[in-house]
């Protein structure tokens, strides 16, 4: 069995691992990846890819901590996405480089716009009748534009993975075994490759997990306590047909009642993914129950819209954290040390880059040859980029 000596492992290929991956690479890290799926199955590929500034969080008029962490990010991004800082992600397709939001015309969602304008480094900026998109010209309250850019998380994933596919290795984990020291220090991991019969050893001075769901069957078998973990699940909607281009959220006080990203499937359809609030109240019903549903939001939030001829399904995904108590979302990302293992949850894909930075300055120095030793990697299979809910087989409605 070839062995090799590295500074870091890392369990996952979503945004947090290949973030990461990137980071430690250009700071001479001999660092891989490990992959038991396709890279961003799970979480990434599925979610909207929204930039978030923080706006979200100060619906409430309160500025937290949520909303602090993340203030930077559209900035940090829109570097990153135009070439001008690392990662480079200049093959990463933007779908809007600003979101629209808008308001049912209550009280409870004026006060939230006032709370929404307060302490933030993307302020939205309110539109003119005349300068409202087609699809918003009928709603009765205000329009503002956002800077929250939106990404296509799966071109994201295959644009990091371009950039660092001979550190990306797919595995299977029933070929995966762990030598720990009595106090859970990682000496050595073994894998084993069904397909090919070939075995690798890994002497890495540190892993990290940034597996999403994953983590939890990866701290079970480091004989780690599940106890910080936490699943929220969400039951998405998906629109499929003549639809316009769309991305924002429509709020109702401190609730954002839709948010709509607009993508393309793999024929060239227009594909709309709805999540927000519905999504959230939709986890209990059936996928019927909540497309109606999603349609009567739909139908208060963007009147004069026609559903005529639109195809209608529903995934469900559950978000992968820090556990925080309460059960609600964490305030910020989170890593968590035991012994030479990390774990670790962005909770955002916006806050990737501060959990990349914040593992970094955790993790020991890199202290193994970054740049020797990699050619016992070259005949391992590496994983290839998920596919996006609407990609999937799905059962698509035609009349709710
Ligand atoms: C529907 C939805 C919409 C969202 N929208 C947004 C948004 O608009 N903006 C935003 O900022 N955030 C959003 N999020 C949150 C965001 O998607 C997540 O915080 C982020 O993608 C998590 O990334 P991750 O890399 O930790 O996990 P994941 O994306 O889940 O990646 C985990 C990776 O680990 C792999 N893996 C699993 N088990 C193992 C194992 N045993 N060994 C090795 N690899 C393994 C998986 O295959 C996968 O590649 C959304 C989330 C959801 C669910």
């Keep these: ?32 990846l490990l992959e038991s799926e396709a890279l961003g199955s799970g979480q990434t590929v599925s979610s909207q890819g929204i ?17 602090d962490a993340i203030r930077a990010m559209p900035d940090l991004w829109r570097d990153c996405l135009a070439g001008r800082a690392t990662p480079r992600l200049t093959d990463t397709r933007v779908r809007a480089a600003a979101c629209h939001l808008w308001r049912t015309d209550t009280l409870r969602s004026r006060l939230g716009m006032v709370g929404a304008r307060r302490g933030l480094q993307v302020r939205p900026e309110r539109l003119e009748a ?27 994933i295959a644009d990091l ?6 550190r990306c290795l797919k595995y299977n984990p029933d070929g995966l075994a762990f030598e ?8 050595e991991l073994r894998l084993r490759d ?17 597996a999403g769901r994953g983590n939890v069957a990866l701290r079970r078998q480091l004989r780690l306590s599940t106890e910080p973990t936490q699943e929220r699940p969400l039951h998405m909607a998906m629109l499929r047909g003549s639809l316009p281009e769309l991305n924002g959220h429509c709020v109702d006080g401190a609730r954002t ?98 959990l990349a930075n914040l593992l970094r300055e955790q993790l020991p120095a890199a202290e193994s040859d970054a740049g020797a030793g990699w050619e016992v ?10 596919d996006p809910p609407w990609d999937e087989e799905a059962t698509w409605y035609r009349d709710l």
């Excluded at 720990?180 to 000496?187: H, K, L, M, P, S």
């Design 377 to 386: 990697l070259d005949g391992w299979p590496r994983p290839a980029v998920a």
């Design 180 to 187: 720990q020291d009595a106090d859970g220090t990682v000496r």
């Design 257 to 354: 009642r839709v948010t709509i990203t607009t993508a393309r499937d793999a024929d060239g359809r227009t594909i709309w993914q709805v999540g927000g609030q519905v999504a959230e109240d939709g986890v209990a019903q059936e996928p019927e129950v909540l497309l109606r549903h999603v349609r009567a939001e739909l139908t208060a939030c963007l009147p004069g819209v026609s559903w005529d001829g639109v195809e209608w399904s529903a995934y469900r995904v559950n978000r992968c954290e820090g556990r925080t108590g309460s059960g609600r979302r964490p305030d910020h990302e989170v890593a968590l040390r035991d012994a030479n293992v990390w774990s670790a949850w962005p909770t955002k894909l916006a806050l990737a880059p501060r």
């Design 1 to 32: 069995m070839v062995t090799r000596k590295l500074d870091v492992v890392i369990f996952g290929g979503g945004a947090a691992g290949l973030w990461l991956l990137d980071t430690l690479v250009r700071h001479d890290y001999a660092a891989l």
């Design 130 to 156: 005349d300068q409202r998109p087609a699809v918003l010209r009928a709603c009765p309250g205000d329009v503002f534009l956002l800077a929250e850019p939106v990404i296509c998380p799966q071109s994201f």
């Design 51 to 67: 930039i978030h500034g923080g706006l979200k969080y100060t619906l409430d008029g309160i500025f937290n901590r949520s909303a």
């Design 194 to 210: 069904a397909w090919t019969g070939q075995s690798l050893g890994l002497r890495p001075r540190a892993v990290v997990l940034a």
């Design 161 to 166: 993975f371009a950039q660092h596919r001979a």
